[in-house]
């Protein structure tokens, strides 16, 4: 049985640092790409980022690109989620997501295989 099971989150000042995890069970990450999507208060799922499988490297939306870092520890079968210079609009739900192809990032979440139970992240101002 595969399962998704994130960590971490909370309330945080605009400008802090905040580290999701997600603990994978079920499968491998040379199987499947494993990554992040997000979802604020009355909006759609977007996508954050995401590590292709193989260790083929990482994707972020522009969104992020900069102050976000996706990682591994292939070891645990944990991917993680470094926030740094977190803004009030980066307020959302976050979701660890599995995707064998990788394409639920470009192509929408509706691809993706297996969610997680979701880790809220609030930022103040």
């Known amino acids: 049985e595969v399962q998704l099971v994130e960590s971490g989150g909370g309330l945080v000042q605009a400008g802090g640092s905040v580290r999701l995890s997600c603990a994978a069970s079920?499968?491998?990450?040379?199987?499947?790409?494993v990554g992040w999507f997000r979802q604020a208060s009355g909006k759609e799922r977007e996508g954050v980022g995401y590590?292709?499988?193989?260790?083929?490297?990482?994707y972020y939306e522009d969104s992020v690109k900069g102050r976000f870092t996706i990682s591994s520890d292939k070891a645990k079968n944990t991917v993680y989620l470094q926030m740094n210079s977190l803004k009030p609009e980066d307020t959302a739900v976050y979701y660890c997501?599995?995707?064998?192809?990788?394409?639920?990032?470009?192509?929408?979440?509706?691809?993706?295989?297996?969610w997680g139970q979701g880790t809220q992240v609030t930022v103040s101002s």
């Open positions: 997501a599995a995707d064998v192809t990788g394409s639920s990032w470009h192509l929408g979440h509706r691809f993706v295989d297996y």
């Open positions: 590590i292709r499988k193989d260790g083929g490297g990482t």
């Open positions: 079920g499968f491998t990450f040379d199987e499947y790409a």
